[in-house]
């Protein structure tokens, strides 16, 4: 079945330091999605990467959606105490396009 | 965007009993989905209610345990059976693709559970 993994499980980073999280599919994707969730909060929708290859940019936020749409990676540049969460990737398997199975997440800890 | 609400936002049970959670939209949507949150771990999804059909449930859940309503295009309701102290978690609600919405899905507060 569809396998979705994370790559770090935890960061801890000082503040103003990058961060990058990667997540790998283990089989072809129609979509990735990227969440935040806030300590205590529910995950919030950052983003959608739909095309092979496709990089987009939401400020210090950079994602990118491999070429075999297999994998993804989300990097933070300068990372701010507002950046604390955890960041989960989600996939849409090509073979079930109305389900969205997330990945284990990547716990990020900014230290100021 | 898409106003989620959820009820109870949480709640103790003790075990045996049932809980029912319920999910309301401020719009219309075909899609609703029930997800369960263990304490620090992902999400995984329960299943996905659809208006006038059954719903549909992942595998490692049973509509005995975990019955499900869809009664209209803007509410659901999830039912955690027979509670022990393992179904403590936090279940959340999301929608998909929401009228007008720029994102693909939106999840609502979510209730937090402990059975004792």
């Known amino acids: 079945g569809q396998q979705v993994m994370q790559i770090p499980q935890y960061q801890h980073v000082q503040e103003g330091e990058d961060f990058t999280t990667y997540c790998n599919s283990s089989?072809?994707?129609?979509?990735i999605q990227w969440y935040k969730q806030r300590p205590g909060g529910h995950p919030v929708f950052l983003i959608q990467l739909v095309k092979s290859g496709e990089v987009k940019k939401q400020k210090r936020l950079t994602f990118q959606f491999g070429e075999a749409k297999k994998n993804s990676s989300l990097h933070i540049t300068a990372t701010q105490t507002t950046d604390v969460g955890t960041y989960f990737c989600a996939v849409t398997p090509k073979t079930s396009y109305d389900k969205v199975i997330f990945g284990p997440g990547t716990s990020l800890s900014v230290i100021p | 965007s898409a106003v989620i609400s959820q009820k109870p936002s949480r709640d103790i049970c003790q075990r045996g009993t049932s809980l029912t959670i319920q999910c309301q939209v401020d719009?219309?949507?075909?899609?609703m989905f029930w997800y369960r949150q263990q304490p620090g771990q992902s999400l995984t999804l329960i299943a996905t209610?659809?208006?006038?059909?059954?719903?549909?449930?992942e595998s490692g859940f049973v509509i005995d345990k975990f019955p499900i309503s869809r009664p209209n295009l803007t509410f659901s309701t999830l039912t955690v059976s027979n509670l022990s102290p393992e179904d403590s978690s936090i279940y959340l609600c999301?929608?998909?693709?929401?009228?007008?919405?720029?994102?693909?899905?939106?999840f609502g507060p979510g209730t937090r559970l402990l059975v004792l």
């Open positions: 209610a659809n208006q006038g059909s059954e719903a549909t449930y």
């Open positions: 719009s219309q949507v075909t899609m």
């Open positions: 999301s929608v998909d693709r929401p009228p007008g919405g720029q994102e693909t899905q939106y």
């Open positions: 089989t072809t994707l129609s979509n």
